[in-house]
């Protein structure tokens, strides 16, 4: 029923670019790992991944690899609700702890950083489960990813100015004169990602939804291997609430105190993670602490539905109905029967 999915990583040249993955105009390489045998646990926030990976890692002799684009951050623990160290060693865990919170980790590192981790862990003869909730981590290991020609600030700084001196919506107009599909799916206040559209047209002379088709077919070695843990709403929220109530009664405001105090404090996108962007505004004197835990349930809600949007949009992915009383040994052992994967003797 499941076509088996495997793992090495390869890199896709596109025209123009050469070995060293640059070429004209500065254009970047195509990312695409090759996928067998591997199997994903996703879900939203609060869906119980973590516990389901490591029972079904401990069942077929997997290793997890995290796809959580927040728990690469070393210090954020507990508003990023890592993996215990339980669980850590009772399975090898990849891709949590890579960088300080000051600093930028994008897409593409991620998939370079993935590509070793899965060469490794074929070499040890075990079974890579990617586990966590980000979809865009999802869909780029599923599918690849363009990455585009590298940043031009002086363009961006023009059109900027451009956009300041001009009516509302100059941005969006000019782009869909040339990318008239990109432009259709932004919004017209979204400046950053209009100017990145218009970006890629100026350097590579083809628009970036052209650049970006080929990264929305469905890996058909994949159908069916991403399994999405699926919670009634309304026990998805208690879920989710519970986890907020506990993540601040184990030290969060402490834990963004501590990493403001480095002298560094948060890069652009740390800041803006769930939870920590909340407690920034309340130490900042924003809101009060009451005001702070409310606008943090409420907006992970939120972010639980973008979530299971995301995924229902990613052909790949099998919604598995899951309700109380939770066992994730057994489901595991659900998942371990669909997918045909051999339990450890």
Same mark, same amino acid.
């Given at each position: ?101 000051? &600093? ?59 956009? &300041? ?181």
């Amino acid at each position: 029923m499941f076509a088996q999915c495997g793992l090495t990583a390869t890199w896709c040249m596109s025209i123009g670019v050469r070995k060293d993955g640059t070429g004209c105009c500065g254009m970047k390489q195509e990312w695409r790992l090759e996928i067998r045998d591997c199997v994903f646990i996703v879900g939203p926030t609060a869906a119980g991944k973590s516990e389901v990976g490591v029972a079904l890692a401990e069942l077929v002799g997997g290793e997890i690899i995290s796809l959580d684009s927040m728990a690469v951050y070393r210090g954020m623990d507990i508003g990023t609700a890592k993996p215990t160290q339980e669980q850590r060693q009772r399975v090898p865990h990849h891709l949590i702890d890579v960088v300080d919170p000051w &600093e930028e980790y994008s897409v593409a590192k991620y998939l370079a950083d993935a590509a070793q981790c899965l060469q490794q862990i074929r070499e040890r003869g075990k079974v890579p489960v990617f586990v966590g909730g980000t979809p865009l981590y999802l869909k780029a290991v599923l599918r690849g990813l363009f990455e585009g020609p590298e940043a031009d600030w002086e363009f961006r700084h023009q059109w900027r100015l451009l956009a &300041e001196a001009n009516p509302p919506g100059f941005l969006h107009a000019e782009l869909t004169k040339v990318d008239p599909v990109s432009a259709s799916k932004l919004h017209p206040h979204d400046w950053r990602r209009l100017i990145r559209a218009l970006e890629v047209y100026h350097k590579t002379g083809r628009p970036l939804s052209e650049w970006q088709s080929q990264f929305e077919k469905p890996c058909s070695e994949a159908m069916g291997r991403a399994i999405v843990l699926d919670w009634p709403r309304d026990i998805l929220y208690r879920r989710i609430d519970a986890r907020v109530d506990a993540m601040f009664d184990r030290g969060l405001v402490a834990e963004v105190e501590r990493i403001l105090s480095s002298g560094k404090g948060f890069g652009r996108t740390a800041s803006q993670a769930l939870g920590y962007r909340e407690v920034l505004a309340y130490l900042s004197g924003a809101m009060s602490l009451e005001e702070t835990i409310t606008a943090v349930k409420t907006r992970t809600h939120q972010f639980a539905k973008r979530q299971l949007t995301w995924f229902r949009h990613l052909e790949e992915c099998y919604f598995l109905s899951v309700d109380k009383p939770f066992y994730p040994t057994g489901i595991a052992q659900q998942i371990a029967l669909d997918l045909h994967l051999t339990p450890l003797s």
